[in-house]
Antibody, heavy 120, light 110 residues
C-alpha cells in the first residue's frame, strides 16, 4: 500500500487549493479514504472521509462548507478541494486509508503528508 | 465536536509501564467500540497501534494494550523502551458520523 500526496504549497487567505493523493497497492473501491491534518507543532485533526464508491462523504465542523472531498477510482486518486482558506488551515495534510472491522473503520495506512501554508 | 482529553505528557523509566487516558463523551468514546490509538514519531506519519478498543494490528508489539470504560479509553505501554518515545493519539468514531482525535500525549522515556 502506498499513498502519495501532492498539490500543497503557499496560498493567500481566501484562496483555493486542491490536494491530490495517488493510491496504489490495494483495491481502492473496497476501502474508504480520508484526510487528516496537523498544524505545526500541534496535534492531529480529522478533516474528512469518503466511502469506497464516493458516497458517504463526511467533514469536520471546522471545514464543512469550505472543503470538498472526492475520488476518482478509475485513476486511483483522492482529492480535497479547499476553498475560502484561512490561516488556521495551515497544516501538514495526510491522506490515509481506512480498513473496516465490524461496525468500525480505522486508518491503517498513511501518506507522508504535504504542507499547506495559508499566508499573505 | 471537542477533542477527547489526553494528558499532555507522561514519562517513565525503561522497563516501567505507563498508561495514557483518553476521556471523551457519550457521543464519541463512550458511544461505540470504535476507538483506536496511533503512535507518531517526530517528522513521520502516524502509525496505527490499537483498533476496536483492544486489538493490535499485525506486527505491533504486545507491550501495547488498551481498554475502555464508559467515556474513557486507556493505552498501556509495558516494558517501556527508548523507541516508545513518541506522541500518542486516541481516535474515535462519533454519533455525528465523523471521527475525532484526542488532544495527544507526549511520552518521554527517562
Amino acid at each position: 500500500v502506498h499513498l502519495l500526496e501532492s498539490g500543497g504549497g503557499l496560498v493567500q487567505p481566501g484562496g483555493s487549493l486542491t490536494l491530490s493523493c495517488a493510491a496504489s497497492g490495494f483495491t481502492v473501491t473496497d476501502f474508504s479514504l480520508g484526510w487528516v491534518r496537523q498544524a505545526p507543532g500541534k496535534g492531529l485533526e480529522w478533516v474528512s472521509a469518503i466511502g469506497g464508491y464516493g458516497s458517504d462523504a463526511s467533514y469536520s465542523d471546522s471545514v464543512k462548507g469550505r472543503f470538498t472531498i472526492s475520488r476518482d477510482n478509475s485513476k486511483r486518486m483522492l482529492y480535497l478541494q479547499m476553498n475560502s482558506l484561512r490561516a488556521e488551515d495551515t497544516a501538514i495534510y495526510f491522506c490515509a486509508k481506512y480498513f473496516h472491522t465490524t461496525g468500525c473503520s480505522h486508518l491503517d495506512y498513511w501518506g507522508q503528508g504535504i504542507l499547506v501554508t495559508v499566508s499573505s | 465536536q471537542s477533542a477527547p482529553t489526553q494528558p499532555a505528557s507522561v514519562s517513565g523509566s525503561p522497563g516501567q509501564s505507563i498508561t495514557i487516558s483518553c476521556t471523551g463523551t457519550s457521543s464519541d468514546v463512550g458511544a461505540y467500540s470504535c476507538v483506536s490509538w496511533y503512535q507518531q514519531h517526530p517528522g513521520t506519519a502516524p502509525k496505527l497501534i490499537i483498533y476496536d478498543v483492544t486489538n493490535r494490528p499485525s506486527g505491533v508489539s504486545d507491550r501495547f494494550s488498551a481498554s475502555k470504560s464508559g467515556n474513557t479509553a486507556s493505552l498501556t505501554i509495558s516494558g517501556l523502551q527508548a523507541d516508545d518515545e513518541a506522541d500518542y493519539y486516541c481516535s474515535s468514531y462519533t454519533t455525528s458520523n465523523t471521527r475525532v482525535f484526542g488532544t495527544g500525549t507526549k511520552v518521554t522515556v527517562l
